[in-house]
């Protein structure tokens, strides 16, 4: 009973969490409910609501139409007053599912108010950036993956040479960046970098025109990641490459050639910019190349050698796990040697370099078991690499940890199919949870000879968090996918250990 009503008085709590995920989107929010009532009321633990000035407001309001309706409701009983109040309490607890009626009443109340105070903000940064734009140097990045890391790399590499701004954490949509542009743009800074979002057509465009158009425009890749919202893999390209198109015309674009959607549609959108190629697979289009590739699992580091057209100009010695890091290496330098920089200055930068957080982030822990971290990663691209980073670890039993992808719509089954046949020769054990994807991810797994013992399923993934103390072995390898939750996160904190 105590568990009934600990789980009854959570529930609001959950639907404000959900409603905030989902950026107050009524159609996104009413999905997610369904998904909540199917799962039977299950709340993971560890989903906090960031209680933002919005959140409060919106709760409130939602508190006072919820307490207006269940009033409501119970004086249709014509009850007696010494009824009434029996009535109003048996209904607040048995109506409290439904508390997320309330919240889309109140998020299309504020709707309006919402509407223009961000368009006030986005006015105010417009102004500002306008104001220092002669001066400034802006680095615009996008894609369906890697933006992240690419912003976080460039802007070591810059670091030391320039008064530095860029967007923090994942605040990358309009509203994010003009917050962060009237609180901390100011003639002081001389280089901008910005990460840049989209979920439909004319999102990064838009981005273009509040920054008044990027000196240099990344892409650093495209594939079916938010395709639930992008609908058709034509929309996301057109979208994509608006950071192309609206680059300057006497600006710099630089181009990940190991894609083959912006190999194939790079030409349609290049105006007279000048263009360049980074890659991690040494396509011929990329300005740098390099040799004699060596992982070093003993102390998680990876070494190659690099070549510009010309001449090998040297080695490179990184703190990551994934090929990833060669393509943003490359990168690196070409953004380095337009900032006037040399090899020497940018090879430094680079090996000092660490894994983003959450994104295949290397993390020591007991019983010399090694966790990585790569629960930020939510896109096909990035599955592929953490498979492949986990194949690179031949002393160690490999375990793989996912819910798997979200956004991904109508090709849910392929890609989940898919990621089951690569993990197949790989894992030596996949937990998965008993949502549709898992579901495919098994299916994918079975079809290509894995033993059905070595998959555990579990009703959540966080139940499967708890259950890992009684799986885990001295000398592990466990990999998280995908699952931003608080008690990954403390769970991952209690095994941690201090580095050497």
Not at 202 to 222: A, E, F, V
Not at 315 to 320: G, M, Q
Not at 446 to 456: D, G, S, T
């Amino acid at each position: 009973m105590k568990t009934f009503i600990k789980k009854i008085i959570l529930i609001p709590a959950h639907e404000i969490y959900l409603i905030q995920f989902q950026d107050y989107e009524i159609k996104r929010f009413v999905q997610d409910i369904k998904n909540f009532f199917y799962s039977k009321f299950f709340i993971p633990q560890g989903k906090n609501t960031k209680w933002t000035l919005k959140a409060k407001f919106i709760s409130f309001l939602s508190i006072v139409i919820h307490a207006l309706l269940l009033i409501l409701i119970t004086k249709f009983f014509n009850a007696s007053v010494f009824l009434f109040v029996p009535i109003f309490v048996f209904l607040l607890i048995f109506l409290t599912p439904l508390f997320f009626v309330s919240l889309i009443i109140s998020a299309i109340l504020i709707y309006p108010f919402d509407y223009f105070v961000k368009e006030a903000v986005i006015y105010k940064a417009k102004r500002k950036i306008k104001k220092y734009r002669k001066n400034l140097k802006i680095i615009a990045i996008t894609g369906s993956y890697g933006k992240t890391t690419m912003k976080d790399a460039i802007s070591e590499i810059l670091s030391d040479r320039f008064k530095l701004l860029k967007t923090e954490g994942n605040k990358n949509t309009i509203f994010g960046i003009s917050q962060l542009v009237n609180k901390k743009l100011d003639e002081k800074i001389e280089v901008f970098i910005v990460e840049m979002a989209a979920y439909g057509v004319g999102n990064i465009k838009r981005l273009c025109d509040l920054i008044q158009q990027p000196d240099i425009s990344i892409l650093t890749g495209i594939n079916e990641s938010h395709f639930e919202r992008f609908k058709d893999i034509q929309n996301t390209i057109k979208t994509k490459f608006e950071i192309v198109e609206n680059c300057k015309k006497d600006g710099v674009v630089v181009l990940n050639a190991d894609n083959e959607l912006i190999v194939q549609n790079f030409g349609k959108y290049l105006k007279e910019q000048k263009i360049y190629f980074y890659s991690s697979k040494n396509n011929p289009l990329s300005n740098y190349k390099f040799s004699e590739k060596i992982f070093y699992e003993d102390d998680l580091r990876l070494y190659f050698e690099i070549k510009d057209e010309y001449e090998k100009l040297g080695s490179i010695k990184t703190s990551f796990l994934s090929d990833y890091i060669i393509g943003t290496s490359m990168a690196c330098f070409v953004i380095g040697k337009e900032f006037g920089m040399s090899f020497d200055e940018i090879k430094e930068k680079i090996e000092k370099l660490i894994p983003t957080d959450h994104r295949l982030q290397p993390i020591k822990a007991k019983n010399n078991i090694l966790i990585i971290d790569d629960s930020y990663n939510g896109n096909p691209n990035g599955v592929q690499e953490a498979i492949i980073v986990l194949s690179r670890f031949s002393s160690r039993r490999k375990i793989y940890v996912t819910p798997g992808l979200a956004e991904v719509g109508e090709k849910n089954k392929d890609l989940h199919i898919e990621i089951g046949k690569q993990l197949a020769s790989v894992a030596d054990m996949v937990i998965l949870e008993n949502n549709e994807a898992g579901r495919f991810i098994k299916e994918g797994l079975l079809k290509n000879n894995f033993f059905e013992k070595y998959i555990k399923t579990y009703p959540s993934i966080h139940e499967a968090y708890v259950d890992l103390d009684n799986i885990l072995m001295n000398g592990d390898v466990i990999l998280f996918q995908r699952g931003r939750s608080e008690f990954l996160f403390r769970f991952i904190g209690s095994l941690k250990i201090s580095e050497d």
